[in-house]
């Protein structure tokens, strides 16, 4: 019979049964059930709602669940749905009808709402840790590139020089600021629901405090109606997964752009690239293209888990069943994206010669022979209507900027530009941007300075 089954006079139609049970996915949760259920069971026996020495069984037979479940001896029953009620009947088989007890003032409902917590808690830390590792080598790799010249883009156009350097460390904030995301949603994952019961709490006085404090969590839900239906939580998780495949997209985008013949600043490792089974000279960023390509995933995920929220009254309702299946898949996804790219990336071989190369053409000095100008005394609009003439001209000839001449410059402005060849210098142009938060050498070192300080202490 079911532990819930005293209500009941029928048995579950096995088909009911398949679609009922959420076994297949919620196991993971058996280590976070087990401590949750250690600490509960303690609150029990301290505050005296049951016996100590019973509480003290409980514990006993928990531990030993755990100690055998790392060492893969515990095998769980379908026919027990999840594993909430596998953990509970495993329990009782070892410890008699004592384990029984261990229910008193709990339901499944603030119980798996506690154990999606404790997962989630270790999950992001690991997540944070992926993203910390990939910042480092975003940090090393820059380190080796402060001089690597290569085109800044707008519009997939070059624009200006830049750095690699620079380039790589845009990377690298955008992946501060998802650590800092899931640093905030971990702050609201570590709150304890436990002790709301199935919606109304419990007529036994219990210290959720206890029980908070030694699952190491930060304190209590203030509301039992909400702390049973909330999966807040989880869309945040979710919505911080989405946000760094967002960015690994990104990257990926460019990286793969980058090791096309066309471009071909970049070569992957063999490691990290595949081969055609018709064309042998090929060699495909399938990692790159792979990890684009799962972004759409993650992005699903949240949509499934908001759709399942969107129509839910209070309190708990089964649909909550759905939350995991999602939440696991954009974690078990991300995880998977991080530890691919972040290798693949660290092996990679940039072509300093061809991303150098690159700049020469396009007029990427264009605005610097603008403020140029501005310096010689011309506002910025005229500066930029003269230059943007002196551009078209040179295209309709087949010339660069600095095979303009003086004469020729100097009748376009109406100033004396006599030395301007000198603005147009690329390596110059791009040693004088040295505001913070610039290209130049100098500020990028200073950047990357900044950026090793943030990761001893984060």
Not at 148 to 169: C, F, K, N
Not at 184 to 202: N, Y
């Amino acid at each position: 019979m079911k532990l819930w089954g005293g209500r009941f006079s029928k048995q579950t139609d096995e088909r009911m049964n398949d679609f009922h049970s959420s076994l297949s996915f919620d196991q993971r949760l058996a280590v976070d059930d087990i401590q949750g259920s250690i600490a509960h069971a303690r609150m029990l026996g301290e505050t005296g709602i049951i016996p100590k020495e019973d509480a003290e069984k409980i514990i006993k037979g928990l531990e030993g669940i755990l100690t055998d479940l790392l060492a893969g001896k515990v095998s769980f029953d379908p026919e027990a749905e999840d594993i909430h009620m596998n953990i509970e009947t495993i329990l009782t088989e070892r410890v008699g009808p004592v384990g029984k007890k261990l229910h008193t003032a709990r339901s499944r409902n603030d119980q798996v709402a506690l154990d999606l917590r404790l997962y989630l808690a270790r999950q992001v830390e690991v997540v944070n840790l992926e993203l910390k590792n990939l910042q480092t080598v975003l940090v090393n790799t820059a380190e080796q590139h402060l001089e690597t010249m290569m085109p800044g883009y707008t519009h997939l156009q070059r624009a200006q020089p830049v750095s690699l350097a620079h380039h790589l460390l845009a990377y690298f904030e955008m992946f501060r600021r998802d650590r800092e995301r899931l640093k905030q949603t971990l702050d609201r994952i570590k709150i304890s629901p436990l002790g709301s019961g199935a919606l109304a709490g419990t007529i036994f006085p219990l210290d959720r405090e206890m029980v908070a404090k030694e699952l190491g969590l930060n304190g209590i839900t203030r509301n039992s109606l909400d702390a049973v239906a909330d999966r807040d939580f989880a869309l945040e998780t979710i919505f911080d997964a989405c946000m760094i495949m967002m960015h690994l997209s990104r990257f990926c985008e460019e990286l793969i752009l980058w090791a096309s013949s066309e471009w071909g600043f970049i070569e992957f490792d063999d490691a990290y690239a595949t081969g055609s089974s018709m064309m042998p000279q090929k060699k495909n960023p399938d990692a790159a293209e792979l990890i684009r390509g799962k972004t759409g995933r993650v992005y699903g995920d949240l949509i499934t888990l908001l759709t399942v929220m969107k129509g839910l009254p209070l309190a708990y309702n089964k649909d909550l069943q759905e939350d995991k299946e999602a939440v696991f898949d954009a974690l078990d996804t991300t995880l998977s994206c991080l530890r691919i790219f972040t290798p693949m990336l660290a092996t990679a071989t940039f072509n300093r010669e061809k991303m150098e190369n690159a700049t020469v053409d396009g007029f990427l000095n264009a605005t610097d022979l603008a403020d140029f100008l501005v310096q010689r005394g011309l506002p910025f609009r005229q500066a930029h209507a003269v230059v943007g003439k002196a551009v078209a001209q040179c295209i309709q000839a087949g010339l660069r900027l600095e095979e303009v001449s003086e004469e020729e410059l100097s009748a376009l402005s109406g100033v004396d530009v006599s030395g301007f060849r000198e603005c147009l210098d690329m390596k110059k142009c791009l040693e004088k941007r040295r505001v913070v938060g610039g290209p130049s050498p100098q500020t990028v070192a200073e950047a990357i300075a900044e950026a090793r300080d943030y990761l001893e202490m984060s």
